[in-house]
């Protein structure tokens, strides 16, 4: 059985940083692409970044270019976010998602079930 | 990017069909066929219903098919169940190695 479990979110103040973690399991996690996915309250789903299944390439969204990045370790089957430079309009629900495929496509067909950041002083 | 646009809302009675809208530009939508959509229940992950346009996951009902047509994609759900009832976003390659998603849209059955 596929799982995706983020941990590390929490609040945050503007300015400050987090690293948000994801623990897959139940599939080759060598083998596929993954995706970081946003949800501020209320709100619709924003995709956030893309690491291909080796790492090698990364990409990001406009709105978070230069502020976070994106890793995986192979050897551990974890994702990771590193957020630096935090905003109050980053505040949301962080999905960590699994890409049917290794080089990232959009298409998740795995999810984990989130971690909050909420970005407030 | 901007997101795509889809209807807030949509509903129909059980046994009906409802077909939900995601409209782009030739930028996403109209220029690749990497439509997704998702249903997402209240409180819980999205869950992956339609891929690359009209492709069904292995367990989903096949009540449910996507189709494009120019910058506009949709989702048809047929004979409406009482399950059915959730958010629903569509998602595209926007070129560049971006991706941009509908608004969502809150499906009720009547």
């Known amino acids: 059985e596929v799982q995706l479990l983020e941990s590390g979110g929490g609040l945050a103040q503007p300015g400050g940083s987090l690293r948000l973690s994801c623990a897959a399991s139940?599939?080759?996690?060598?083998?596929?692409?993954m995706s970081w996915v946003r949800q501020a309250p209320g709100k619709g789903l924003e995709w956030v970044s893309a690491i291909s299944s080796s790492g090698g390439f990364t990409y990001y969204a406009g709105s978070v270019k230069g502020r976070f990045t994106i890793s995986r370790d192979n050897s551990k089957n974890t994702l990771y976010l590193q957020m630096n430079s935090l905003r109050a309009e980053d505040t949301a629900l962080y999905y960590c998602?699994?890409?049917?495929?290794?080089?990232?496509?959009?298409?998740?067909?795995?999810w984990g079930q989130g971690t909050l950041v909420p970005v407030s002083s | 990017q901007s997101a795509l646009t889809q209807p807030p809302s949509a509903s129909g009675s059980p046994g009906q069909s409802v077909t939900i809208s995601c409209t782009g530009t030739s930028s996403d939508v109209g220029g690749y066929n990497y439509v997704s959509w998702y249903q997402q229940h209240p409180g819980k992950a999205p869950r992956l219903m339609i891929y690359e346009v009209s492709k069904r996951p292995s367990g989903v009902p096949d009540r449910f098919s996507g189709s494009k047509s120019g910058n506009t994609a949709s989702l048809t759900v047929s004979g409406l169940q009482a399950e059915d009832e959730a958010d629903y976003s569509c998602s595209s390659y926007a070129g560049s190695n971006n991706l941009v998603f509908g608004g969502g849209t809150k499906l009720t059955v009547l």
């Open positions: 139940g599939f080759t996690f060598t083998s596929y692409a």
């Open positions: 998602a699994k890409d049917d495929h290794g080089d990232p496509r959009g298409v998740f067909d795995y």
